[in-house]
T-cell receptor, first 113, second 111 residues
């Protein structure tokens, strides 16, 4: 089956710890994205990557880091510098230009204890 | 003014009703427009793209009005399974890529 997978589905972290969220796609898409969603708010773009070994900051990149060493993978690290990390994190990919349709993974719910 | 605005609702409608949502955007240079559907605690799923010429898919019709800077979604003959949050998405590709999601409109369809 082609698609986007994210793991884990639920993640609990102690304050001050870094944590890495996984995102893998087998759609052969060039572009990948990370968003966070907070209750009652729209999705906000954290980082995006249009091609391997290249990525750009989105609107709320502070406290996050990413890498894009492989086309299929775009992991997101939530660092201890992120002040309010508890949120629903969604990874997406698109096959064409960055204005193309984005397809989402099932998301990871991160809770900081 | 928010870059993309949606009425949060909720819209409560009976089965079989027709319901319409609007979404306004502020950047006249916006290039791509989409409607997504999001069920509770799930990921958004693409419902349809929005074109100036209109786009219809079964009971769903989407329209783009560039002059007034809004997109619309019309759902005819509502089903219980249409209950969800509907997100509009606007992408601006000039001067730097920017994807903006609306906060969503909640729809409840009742028997």
């Amino acid at each position: 089956d082609g698609g986007i997978t994210q793991s884990p589905k639920y993640l609990f972290r102690k304050e001050g710890q870094n944590v890495t969220l996984s995102c893998e796609q087998n759609l052969n898409h060039d572009a990948m994205y990370w968003y966070r969603q907070d209750p009652g708010q729209g999705l906000r773009l954290i980082y995006y990557s249009q091609i391997v070994n290249d990525f750009q900051k989105g609107d709320i990149a502070e406290g996050y880091s990413v890498s894009r060493e492989k086309k299929e993978s775009f992991p997101l690290t939530v660092t201890s510098a992120q002040k309010n990390p508890t949120a629903f994190y969604l990874c997406a990919s698109s096959g064409g230009p960055i204005t193309d349709t984005q397809y989402f993974g099932p998301g990871t719910r991160l809770t900081v204890l | 003014r928010k870059e993309v605005e949606q009425d949060p609702g909720p819209f409560n409608v009976p089965e079989g009703a027709t319901v319409a949502f609007n979404c306004t955007y502020s950047n006249s240079a916006s290039q791509s427009f989409f409607w997504y559907r999001q069920d509770c605690r799930k990921e958004p799923k693409l419902l349809m793209s929005v074109y100036s010429s209109g786009n219809e898919d079964g009971r769903f019709t989407a329209q783009l009005n560039r002059a007034s800077q809004y997109i619309s979604l019309l759902i005819r003959d509502s089903k219980l399974s249409d209950s969800a949050t509907y997100l509009c998405v606007v992408i601006t590709g000039t001067g730097g890529f920017k994807t903006i999601f609306g906060a969503g409109t909640r729809l409840f369809v009742k028997a």
